[in-house]
């Protein structure tokens, strides 16, 4: 069936108007006024795979908006014991959820749920596809900072085949023809990446990806994702770490954005994470309000 | 009670006997008695005791032969039985059909070759075994590849695996040709393949979806065709063939005259990676559909003869195996039942591939390839295998409708044209649109 509507599966999806929409009701979002938008609803927040900031975020917006909040993770739950993601669905749907957000290790398992089950579905991140919310809560950071997305150049760095975060902001970020640059090792940024969206390309040296650059994203590079790939973590450092002097190469004004966590002393040195360009915890604080927008949208809220 | 048959009027294609004309064919005692031109055999005096089949306006063929069919017994019956999935080949036109050993326990014994054959399995149609190349096809040590061919298996495969060792793949296609038994490859190269889900491409990166890359197929063709070239008498069959890099060997081996023969599947002719939607696990197989450029090479090697046969790949799951996160969902697709329409409305009337070419990859060609003796032609005195079809009939295929216990088809629902309209297997009908 149709995923329920309200649900938010992904960005490549979604249309550029509907993306501003959403932008605007966050914006609207005040975390130190929230109105009940949710009062009485049941938010259950289903994490299979760890997350401090998406996690903590979804919960806080919920409950500032009024709703009940259930976080079940894989470990201490039913999942544990062999159930089936859809199973784990048909047992939330019974427990009466007005929303589901879903974190998942494989690419796609919400659209699974979402095609079985009439609750909207909240993609909290699935494997290495998409991550709409962070696109979203990045999406309105830039906003912040930037007057609109109109002749913009973002160069995100990094370990981009392992990055949901990066698939999902190049879908958001190519729908405004915002000009996108991948930097990295062929390794973590196969030739192919350039087909994501339009208006991306792909440079191999850092100096490429900073020269006229408005927003800088630095990625993590997801060890535990490898599997069988191998990189030279110290040539990585050499080659795409983010410090002081390479910063100096992009737009005077350029922000420096990291969807966490961030690792010290690998993709960036803490003159970065904690330099006046850095617009890391704004992301976070960004969260809570672009969380709010996607969770009252789910339940007809959003107006 | 008659044990005779006469098919009347039908249009007979024999590529095998070079045949592609109106004929009669007279069924006897499990044979093919007579095949003449029209209204000849009751002229030399056949008794009323024939019982006859209107033919008119349907072309009959000798009885497809599926080289590669997972039927799951022994051990995994919630899935598919040797009773259900020979009724889903009944339906599809195939008199006989190849079962694949990765069973549970792996048939690599000459007692479990046995049990596939007794009787009481209940076959619709004739069951072939493949027996295992190595023990539990762990792929360390060959099984008795002697007695099991006595035994009744047409061939030896790990399939579902590949035989990866170099050495063991040496030796197995040593011994097979000591026995002219051909060895069957699962051309994957593990190492390359963890944990991938589909094709490597633009769409398996953009689905965040790891892919398994042509060249862990490829490279293992090639170094599988480069033994074969070398080794006398060696008879390798690559098993569902995808890529075109894989081709390219196939050909070079071919050229060379080795006994190489290989088999394409027709998801393989039919869909690409592109044709995926909404992470729907019906379109998860191994190996993957692959690129457009493999799919457009393949259709060249199905016609200019490279591809010696179709062959399903025909893989039942229970509905909680693939309903679920696609990276974890079972590989496979069911296939007996849709295999001929995909082949005559993708291959024939899309691509304009001759009838008598397709009809040759259902029948001479996989007879070629596993010496299916007296099967895969209608000359006079091979074993009553008959399938008599319509080349122009639209149908919908309703995966609900199946034969098959499972229904994981990415084609459900498709408007396909060319229908079975009867199988014959030893010259009695055994399944009738």
Not at chain 2, 354 to 359: E, H, K, M, S
Not at chain 2, 397 to 411: L, Q, R
């Amino acid at each position: 069936m149709e995923p329920a509507r309200g649900s938010l599966l992904s960005i490549e999806h979604i249309g550029a108007n509907e993306i501003l929409q959403i932008l605007k009701f966050a914006r609207r979002m005040n975390p130190a006024k929230p109105q009940p938008l949710l009062k009485g609803k049941k938010v259950l927040l289903l994490f299979y795979e760890t997350s401090t900031r998406t996690r903590c975020s979804f919960e806080i917006a919920a409950k500032l908006l009024g709703a009940h909040t259930v976080l079940i993770q894989s470990a201490g739950s039913s999942i544990e014991k062999g159930e089936s993601l859809l199973d784990t669905g048909y047992t939330l749907r019974a427990l009466g959820a007005d929303v589901i957000v879903i974190r998942h290790p494989n690419a796609g398992a919400p659209h699974v749920m979402a095609q079985h089950l009439d609750v909207p579905i909240i993609n909290a991140g699935d494997g290495l596809h998409e991550h709409p919310s962070q696109a979203l809560l990045d999406a309105n950071t830039i906003l912040r900072n930037k007057k609109s997305f109109k002749g913009l150049q973002v160069a995100i760095i990094g370990d981009i085949f392992h990055s949901r975060v990066a698939r999902s902001a190049c879908h958001l970020l190519s729908k405004f023809g915002v000009k996108i640059i991948l930097c990295g090792p062929a390794e973590v940024v196969p030739d192919i990446a350039a087909t994501l969206a339009p208006g991306v390309r792909i440079v191999r040296h850092i100096e490429d990806a900073l020269r006229g650059t408005d927003v800088l994203v630095l990625l993590r590079v997801q060890t535990e994702r490898l599997a069988g790939l191998k990189i030279d973590l110290p040539d990585y450092v050499a080659r795409y770490q983010m410090n002081a002097a390479r910063l100096k190469m992009a737009k005077k004004d350029c922000i420096v954005m990291h969807p966490g966590p961030i690792i010290r002393g690998l993709e960036l040195t803490s003159e970065i994470a904690d330099g006046p360009q850095s617009r890391i915890l704004e992301e976070v604080r960004n969260g809570v309000p672009t969380r709010m927008a996607i969770l009252a949208r789910a339940v007809g809220k959003m107006r | 009670m008659s044990t005779s048959l006469l098919i009347k009027g039908g249009h007979v294609i024999d590529p095998a006997a070079r045949i592609d004309a109106p004929m009669d064919v007279l069924l006897k005692d499990g044979r093919v008695a007579e095949i003449t031109p029209p209204n000849k055999i009751r002229a030399k005096g056949v008794h009323g005791d024939v019982e006859k089949f209107d033919a008119r306006g349907l072309i009959v063929v000798p009885g497809f032969i599926d080289l590669h069919v997972h039927l799951r017994e022994p051990g995994q019956a919630y899935k598919e039985t040797i009773a259900t999935g020979t009724a889903a080949a009944a339906a599809g036109g195939f008199t006989s059909v190849c079962t694949m050993p990765n069973t549970i326990p792996v048939v690599d014994s000459v007692e479990w070759i046995e049990w596939l054959r007794r009787p009481e399995r209940n076959a619709v149609v004739n069951v072939f075994p493949i027996a295992a190349a190595t023990r539990a096809s762990k792929g360390v040590t060959l099984t008795d590849f002697r007695d099991l061919h006595s035994a009744g298996a047409v061939a030896v495969t790990d399939d579902g695996k590949p035989i990866l060792e170099d050495s063991i793949m040496r030796e197995a296609l040593v011994l097979g040709g000591e026995l002219n038994l051909p060895v069957v490859q699962h051309a994957e190269d593990t190492r390359m393949t963890e944990n991938c889900s589909m094709h490597a491409g633009a769409r398996s990166f953009r689905l965040g979806l790891r892919g398994m890359t042509a060249a862990a197929e490829a490279s293992i063709v090639e170094r599988d065709v480069q033994l074969a070239m070398h080794i006398p008498n060696a008879r390798l069959h690559v098993a569902h063939l995808s890529a075109a890099d894989s081709l390219k060997s196939v050909r070079r081996g071919k050229r060379a005259r080795a006994r190489i023969t290989c088999e394409v599947s027709p998801h393989h002719f039919t869909l690409t990676d592109e044709d995926m939607r909404d992470y729907d696990s019906n379109y998860k197989m191994n190996p993957p559909l692959r690129s457009t450029s493999d799919l457009e090479a393949i259709m060249v090697a199905l016609a200019d003869g490279t591809v010696d046969a179709i062959a399903t790949d025909h893989a039942p799951h229970a509905a909680h195996e693939k309903e679920m996160e696609f990276e974890r969902a079972a590989f496979g697709i069911t296939g007996l039942e849709t295999a001929l329409a995909l082949a005559i409305t993708k291959l024939h009337r899309e691509k304009h591939i001759p009838l008598p070419r397709i009809v040759e990859l259902f029948t001479a060609g996989p007879a070629r390839c596993f010496d299916l003796r007296g099967r895969g032609s209608l000359v006079r005195g091979s074993i009553a295998d008959v399938t008599i079809f319509d080349p122009k009939k639209k149908w919908t295929f309703d995966a609900a409708k199946s034969y098959s216990k499972s229904k994981n088809t990415p084609f459900d629902g498709w408007q396909l044209t060319g229908k079975v309209i009867a199988t014959i297997v030893g010259g009695k009908v055994v399944y009738r649109a």
